[in-house]
């Protein structure tokens, strides 16, 4: 009988500075570009920056757990490692598959997002109308980009870790670079006066803050790359968790100083007139039209980055599983040269590339959707560390969490808190065409689990986690 592939070991090739641009290049990545405008809309600037805050303390808390885990079982699949040793077989491709979703959710939603900032650059490039989806027409043009910058970005993780670093690094610098002239420009030109109104009244306060906070697992979603990736980073475990929480800080800090800035340049009337309010702003901060496009290249230059890191996570969240006899075999392919999970790297680029074909309304459908896969596995991630804690209190914690119980039981509550923030009856409920695509994906990876579960069987999964965990389950 066939069982999943042997491959050979990653390399360790991930130094700290390779590691912060991966986790905080994804979490960033194009959605405040083209969301900011929406957001203060949605629940008023300071209510804005308070969804953020909020949300954002709940992924630090969140993030924590991630830290302590990671360092403690510093290898490739992060969430299906804890899980697994946690709580067992199904749960463990639960969370799995369920932030793979996430992941290629990102992805797919760069594939959309590349044409559509395009299209801020060329006015009118995109002809050749194919069809209407959602009253949004879908031009020929216009897919040919998100499936071009699909299949670059494919080739770039296929070829290996060292490349796509390489990425990394040089565009999140650039992205940095362009964030300060703007944050500081911003401070020192704006009028508070603008910021008005500060809360949705019409919304209602706290209705509007949900409707942004229902987005922040999505835009936050990111430092949980560094554990998918923890067999190729080369730092001492501890480093690893200390890496983890400075990107999650750093991120908050970005958005809640970005939605800032963009409040304090334009005005409400701005803001409903603007397709793009943050490079809007940025034009507003030096008046001038070149100030503008530069946004606009930052904006490019996250989808690059959050493009970079989801196929990173995620390739190696499918290889994972399917080395554990979860998926089929042929996902835990590693290849012989780069390195690299060669067939889960392909998998994602084919999924990602159907994405341009259904136009600009699947950007919200995909975050939202994705936010919710996420916001799973992170309530699976908050049970395995209360679990581990409770029964293997003396397990090896080089990031060991002060408070531990305290801070995987707010961590739990949290993630419930933010999974209701998806279900019917909220606010911010998803939508039918949401629900489907997150039932589909689901039922997709059920068909594979348990087609891979029959082949396989459960022996085989237990002796392959063993040999990564070393014996400790």
């Known amino acids: 009988m066939k069982t999943p592939?042997?491959?050979?070991?990653?390399?360790?090739?991930?130094?700290?500075?390779?590691?912060?641009?991966?986790?905080?290049?994804?979490?960033?990545?194009?959605?405040?570009i083209v969301l900011t405008g929406s957001w203060i809309q949605s629940a008023g600037s300071l209510g804005a920056i308070t969804a953020f805050v909020i949300g954002g303390i709940a992924i630090v808390l969140v993030g924590l757990t991630y830290a302590e885990l990671a360092s403690a079982m510093p290898q490739v699949g992060g969430e299906h490692v804890y899980s697994y040793r946690a709580l067992g077989h199904f749960p463990s491709f639960l969370c799995t598959w369920s932030i793979v979703l996430g992941y290629m959710s990102v992805v797919s939603f760069e594939?959309?997002?590349?044409?559509?900032?395009?299209?801020?650059?060329?006015?009118?490039?995109?002809v050749g109308h194919l069809w209407t989806v959602a009253g949004w027409d879908v031009q020929a043009t216009w897919v040919a980009v998100g499936v071009a910058g699909s299949v670059v970005m494919m080739w770039i993780n296929y070829i290996g870790i060292r490349m796509a670093a390489l990425v990394q690094k040089v565009v999140t610098l650039l992205i940095l670079v362009v964030g300060v002239m703007?944050?500081?420009?911003?401070?020192?030109?704006?009028?508070?006066?603008?910021?008005?109104?500060?809360?949705?009244v019409e919304t209602g306060v706290v209705g509007g803050i949900m409707i942004v906070m229902i987005m922040v697992p999505f835009m936050f979603v990111g430092f949980d790359v560094i554990p998918q990736a923890a067999e190729e980073i080369n730092l001492p475990f501890r480093e690893i968790g200390r890496v983890l929480m400075f990107?999650?800080?750093?991120?908050?800090?970005?958005?809640?100083?970005?939605?800032?800035?963009?409040?304090?340049?334009l005005t409400p009337t701005a803001l409903e007139?603007?397709?793009?309010?943050?490079?809007?702003?940025?034009?507003?901060v030096f008046g001038s039209p070149w100030a503008g496009k530069l946004m606009v290249f930052a904006g490019i230059a996250g989808i690059i980055t959050s493009w970079n890191a989801f196929y990173i996570g995620g390739s190696r969240a499918i290889y994972a599983l399917a080395h554990a006899g979860m998926l089929p075999a042929f996902l835990a392919k590693l290849h012989p040269r780069y390195?690299?999970?060669?067939?889960?790297?392909?998998?994602?680029?084919?999924?990602?590339?159907?994405?341009?074909?259904?136009?600009?309304?699947?950007?919200?459908?995909?975050?939202?959707?994705?936010?919710?896969?996420i916001v799973i596995a992170y309530l699976f991630v908050a049970l395995s560390f209360l679990a581990l804690r409770k029964r293997e209190p003396d397990l090896e914690r080089p990031f060991k969490v002060p408070n531990g119980k305290l801070v995987g039981g707010l961590a739990l509550v949290l993630s419930v808190g933010m999974i209701g923030l998806y279900m019917p009856g909220s606010p911010s409920a998803l939508l039918p065409v949401e629900w489907v695509v997150f039932g589909g994906w689901m039922l997709l990876g059920l068909g594979m689990?348990?087609?891979?579960?029959?082949?396989?069987?459960?022996?085989?999964?237990?002796?392959?986690?063993?040999?990564?965990l070393g014996g400790g389950i």
């Open 5 to 32: 592939t042997e491959a050979t070991r990653f390399e360790r090739v991930l130094a700290r500075k390779d590691v912060l641009a991966l986790a905080f290049g994804a979490m960033i990545g194009w959605g405040w």
């Open 111 to 126: 594939a959309v997002a590349l044409p559509t900032v395009v299209e801020h650059l060329f006015p009118g490039y995109a």
């Open 182 to 200: 703007f944050i500081t420009g911003s401070l020192f030109t704006g009028e508070t006066a603008t910021m008005q109104p500060l809360f949705n």
């Open 247 to 265: 990107s999650v800080i750093l991120a908050v800090f970005w958005y809640a100083l970005i939605i800032l800035g963009t409040s304090l340049m």
């Open 273 to 284: 007139q603007s397709s793009l309010a943050v490079p809007d702003a940025m034009q507003a």
């Open 339 to 373: 390195k690299t999970p060669v067939n889960a790297i392909l998998m994602i680029g084919i999924l990602s590339s159907i994405a341009p074909f259904f136009g600009r309304p699947a950007l919200v459908w995909l975050v939202d959707a994705g936010g919710l896969g």
């Open 449 to 468: 689990y348990l087609w891979s579960r029959n082949r396989y069987g459960v022996a085989h999964t237990d002796e392959a986690m063993r040999r990564e």
